[in-house]
């Protein structure tokens, strides 16, 4: 089958270690030890970035601080700072974008760039990004590392960041494609994790290069699109382009916490945090003006519940549901996310909760005629609910977060602190062009 092999140049810039990296750009007494940043400093506070030399000890980000001391007796917790890292991914993102006028913020710590057009060659356009790396340490801060993957697609770019960290830069072309994927696992591939992984090597699927060599129509047959698209993939061919911040339209919205165990004390208060990560994402959504269309709560336990003794084999469940009309007022959604929790949950002690706007339109403006007093009454509660929530939207915004609150989040103020997700960049343009330690 023939595939027209993209001749773009496209870099991929993914920042080393980079909420650890930061804070000990900023705490200097933190440099060359094994730290931890987490969402809350308790012993089942999840670990959301290590350090370079956390990772030396075998710490993975996802383990508890309980698990993390387990295996690096000597490790620094500190929590995370989310006003600190949008700034400093507003000074390194400033640098990048000079290179070009097609970059697109990937997530809080990565970053594509379309060099098509600017540079005539991979080798061209290492140089210059060795440049953009070097004026990263110099101008933000010299703790600061990148790798750096130069390819045809976005894809390939990706691959070929993660090949050589810290600080490396490699480049994957359609001569050492074969070579290249020669020295990875299928997991060290985007787009596939343990499971995937297994389902390839059932039909004798062990490497990136024998998924690259593989016959398509027997690959399509136990894995439809996703199969012919990985398979292109490697192949150096890839629909997807670099897209900027005004074409980058979000197709989800959400929010999560891990709970420490003191929160499942209080009668209300896995609901007081349920409603406040709502809240929150629809908050996130109206700055958008968007409307969502279904709402997704996860939910995990406690292994040690004896009320559910199965948790462990559980893991996270989830449940949905999509709205009779699409919705972006506080109220509504509060309350759909309530009751799709109660669903899922009895009472048992929660370790985890999360919860997701998806399916997104945005107003039209136009009326519809009530079929029924009962619909007209029901409009206008709605409209009141709309106005009320942005009305809240502005307070917060003038006077703080905990100036106004449901009554019904009271009890989480200590809890589901802000937080800043790898893919939450929505909030950059609000900060100082630089921050310099």
Request: proline content about 5%.
């Amino acid at each position: 089958m023939f595939l027209p092999l993209s001749e773009k140049l496209i870099a991929h810039v993914d920042m080393n270690s980079y909420f650890a990296s930061v804070e000990q750009q900023a705490n200097p007494t933190l440099r060359g030890k094994p730290i931890g940043v987490c969402a809350y400093l308790h012993e089942h506070g999840c670990v959301i970035a290590a350090s370079v030399e956390a990772k030396r000890f075998g710490v993975k980000v996802g383990m508890t601080v309980r698990e993390s001391r387990a295996v690096c007796p000597h490790m620094v917790f500190v929590e995370n700072d989310p006003g600190k890292y949008r700034a400093v991914t507003k000074s390194v993102f400033g640098i990048l974008g000079e290179l070009t006028d097609r970059m697109e913020p990937y997530s809080i710590d990565e970053a594509f760039l379309d060099l098509t057009g600017w540079f005539k060659d991979p080798a061209e356009a290492g140089w210059a990004l060795a440049r953009a790396r070097q004026r990263i340490t110099d101008e933000v801060g010299e703790w600061l590392r990148c790798s750096i993957g130069i390819a045809p697609t976005r894809f390939l770019a990706k691959t070929a960041s993660k090949m050589e960290k810290p600080s490396g830069l490699t480049v994957i072309d359609h001569e050492n494609l074969d070579e290249m994927l020669g020295r990875l696992r299928l997991r060290d591939l985007h787009g596939i994790g343990p499971r995937m992984e297994r389902r390839f090597k059932k039909i004798g699927i062990y490497s990136p290069l024998a998924l690259k060599q593989y016959p398509l129509q027997n690959l399509m047959r136990p894995f439809g699109k996703y199969g012919f698209m990985m398979w292109a993939k490697l192949h150096g061919w890839e629909p997807d382009h670099i897209q900027t911040a005004d074409e980058n339209v979000r197709k989800s919205i959400g929010h999560s916490y891990c709970l420490p165990d003191r929160i499942n004390d209080g009668e209300g208060g896995v609901l007081s945090v349920l409603v406040k990560l709502t809240e929150r994402a629809s908050r996130r959504m109206r700055t958008y003006r968007f409307l969502a269309s279904v709402v997704t709560v996860a939910v995990s336990f406690r292994e040690n519940d004896d009320r559910h003794p199965i948790s462990f084999q559980v893991g996270t469940i989830s449940d949905w549901r999509r709205l009779d009309e699409p919705a972006q007022d506080s109220f509504v959604l509060i309350d759909v996310a309530t009751r799709l929790l109660h669903t899922m949950w009895n009472g048992e002690r929660v370790r985890f909760l999360a919860v997701t706007l998806s399916e997104f339109s945005i107003p039209t403006g136009q009326l519809s005629l009530p079929a029924s007093s009962s619909d007209a009454c029901r409009t206008r509660t709605h409209t009141r609910q709309k106005d009320v929530s942005f009305a809240i939207d502005a307070i917060r915004d003038r006077y703080g977060d905990n100036s106004i609150m449901f009554g019904s989040m009271f009890g989480s103020e200590e809890h589901a602190p802000e937080r800043i997700g790898f893919r939450k960049t929505d909030m950059l343009s609000r900060l100082p062009r630089r921050a310099v330690f």
